[in-house]
Every structure is written in C-alpha cells, then in structure tokens.
C-alpha cells in the first residue's frame, strides 16, 4: 500500500512537472509571438516612413517649381546686347545709361554681348529634421557667351565670338511645416527662407559684397545715403533671407548699387580689368541689364578701384501689377573674356529675389 501509495505519488508529481513545462513551453511560444509580432510592426512603421520621406520630398519639390522667388529666369540675354538694354520691363527713365565702357580699345567698335542659355538642369537634395527641411538647390547651366564687335562709323558686324561655357549656381532653401489655414486638422510645407544664390564659370574673378543704399541729395549734391542691403562673400551664402521679408522696392524709386570685385588676374589692361553687371527680370522676355562702371563717372567715387557702382530707378511691377516678385542677378565679368579670343568665359554671379511696388 505504500508502495503504491508511493507510486501514484511519483505519478502525480511526474505529471505536474509535464503540465509545468508545457506551460513554461506555452508562456515561452508567446513572448516569440509578441516579439515577432513587434519586430513585423517596426519593419511596417519603418517602411511607412519611408514613403512619408518620399512624399514630402515630392511635395517639396512641387512647391519649389511654383514659387516666383526661385529659379534663374532672367539671367539669359538669349542676343548680344549694349551694357544697358531693357525688353519687356516696366520703366520710367529717368536717369542715364553708361555706354562708355562697351567701346573696344582705342573706340573703333561698339561691343554687343551677351549670354545664351541653351541647356538647364536642377537637382535638389533634402535634410529633413521633423517639421523643418533644407534643400540644397544646384543649377547647372550650359550655353553661349556672344560677342559682337559693331563697326562705329557703318554698324556693321566686324568681328564676333562665341565662347562655349558650363556655369554652377547653388543656394540653400529652408522649408517649414506648419497649420494648414484651410485646414486645422492637416499641415502644409512652405518655404520659410533661402540664400543668395551663387555661382559662374571660370575662376578669376569673384563678388566680394553687395551694397544697396538710399540716394541722399543734401547740399545740392547725390550721394550715399542709408544702408539699406548688404552681403559680403564671407557669409552671404549662408544667411537665410526671410521668404516674407524679401528686398522691396518702390516704383521709379532711385537707389544706389554697389558691388566690389577681385580678380586673381592677370588682368585686362583696361580700366580696372572687369565689367560690372546688374541682371534683372523673370524671364528671358522680361528682363534688363544695368551696367555698373569703376570709371569714377556718375555713382562710382573712385575710379578703378574695383568697385563697380550705378543709380538705379527702380522698374515697374507690370502693367496690372501692384506688387510682383523679380530676380536680381549680381555679375563680375572678366574683360578678357570679352576681348581676349582665345580665354575662357570668367564671370561670378550672386542673385536674389527682390520685390517690387507701387507707391
């Protein structure tokens, strides 16, 4: 009996240990579920992101293509031209041009330039950090500088160039996600703010700063008077200019520009050895070309001292505009470029939208 009795005690305690194991097997076959189950989700979520990187990178792209501030429509002459010409802008004339400077050495030609744009291409790279976003913006421009020398006394062409050249333009775009106004519940991208645009071809010549001040004519004399922009090469290209607190100007307003040059050299020996240039416009159909002089003439002090200057009156918005958005295309251009055959095309280019009204 006791034996027995043993004996189903051995039994019994045998299969508890059985039941303890299958459920230790059990408890064990669901924590495998529940990890699965997790490592499954994380893999889904990881995917989703994903795809929500890629659409916003889309949506990003899409605002870039339909925003007036960006892009480099209005750098193309398309013809060679005068240092000043004007197609399409509103104007009110006002003030002089600076044709001096286009004279070949020794005046016998009236020199026609310009730049001819034939292939364009843009690649943009994203850094997204939650509900901000920069885009690093990289054009790449291929096409024709033309050179047109006129002959003074019969207009004829007596001589023309035209130089092949691939030309890189960068700046940065900030991207903020915020409220949509039309709908509380989703939010939208936008540009936030961006920087000067920089690029050109060649290497010897570069922008140091840009200056734009108020025209003073105290004491019966025109003269600089308040700062209004300025940017220098040491951190243009990396200071963010507000997307709602463009440069604006007024109609027919007169301001000064300033831009300051180096050349690496050697340099053209005539005047300071470059031409200065203030590109702006949308589009090649709507655009002018200022010509800035270092001939000590007009706005500039000084002559040849690599600081290129113009009195601007600001142009019109368009004809049943009040306000619209244009592109200022700040150049340096090397004079043997222009004047030396077989040199390469050497130019530095900084621009930037700018906003234009009525009074």
């Known amino acids: ?49 994903g795809q929500n990187d890629a659409d916003i990178r889309a949506e990003l792209l899409l605002i870039l293509d339909g925003d007036d501030a960006m892009g480099i429509d209005g750098l193309d002459d398309q013809d060679p031209a005068e240092g000043d010409y004007n197609e399409g802008v509103e104007l009110d004339e006002g003030l002089a041009r600076i044709v001096i400077d286009t004279l070949w050495p020794g005046g ?15 690649e943009v790279e994203f850094e997204i950090d939650g509900d901000t976003a920069i885009g690093f913006v990289s054009h790449s421009v291929d096409g024709e500088f033309h050179i ?16 092949p050249f691939t030309s ?19 939010t939208v991208w936008r540009v936030d703010a961006l920087t000067i645009g920089m690029g050109g071809a060649g290497n010897k010549v570069s922008i140091s700063s840009i200056s734009i001040y108020e025209i003073s004519t105290e004491n019966d004399s025109v003269s600089h008077g308040e700062l209004l922009y300025n940017f220098n090469a040491d951190d243009a290209g990396d200071i963010f200019l507000s997307r709602e607190d ?16 180096t050349n690496l050299g050697p340099e053209f020996p005539m005047g300071s050895g470059e031409w200065g240039l203030f590109h ?6 709507l655009k002018g070309r200022r010509f800035l002089n270092d001939a000590g003439l007009w706005a500039d002090g000084v002559e040849n001292d690599n600081t290129f200057s113009a009195y601007w009156r600001v142009h019109g918005p368009g004809f049943g505009h009040d306000r619209r958005i244009f592109r200022g295309f700040f150049e340096a251009l090397d004079m043997s470029s222009v004047f030396v055959e077989e040199e390469n095309l050497h130019t530095s280019v900084w621009w930037f939208p700018y906003r234009v009204s009525r009074p």
């Open 246 to 261: 463009l440069p604006s100007f007024t109609f027919r307003h007169p301001v000064l520009i300033e831009m300051d040059v």
């Open 168 to 186: 890189i333009f960068n700046r940065k775009v900030r991207f903020v996600q915020g409220e949509n106004p039309n709908n509380p519940d989703s």
């Open 280 to 285: 702006y416009g949308r589009s090649r159909h």
């Open 148 to 163: 047109f020398a006129l002959d003074t006394l019969t207009h004829e062409i007596a001589d023309s160039v035209i130089k």
């Open 1 to 49: 009996m006791i034996v027995m009795a043993r004996n189903k005690i051995v039994i019994s305690e045998t299969a508890g240990k059985q039941k303890g194991n299958q459920k230790r097997k059990e408890n064990k076959m669901k924590k495998i579920q529940i990890i699965f189950i997790g490592l499954m989700v994380f893999a889904i979520g990881c995917g989703d992101l």
């Open 108 to 122: 016998e030609y009236h020199i026609r330039f310009g730049r001819r744009i034939l292939d364009h291409s843009r």
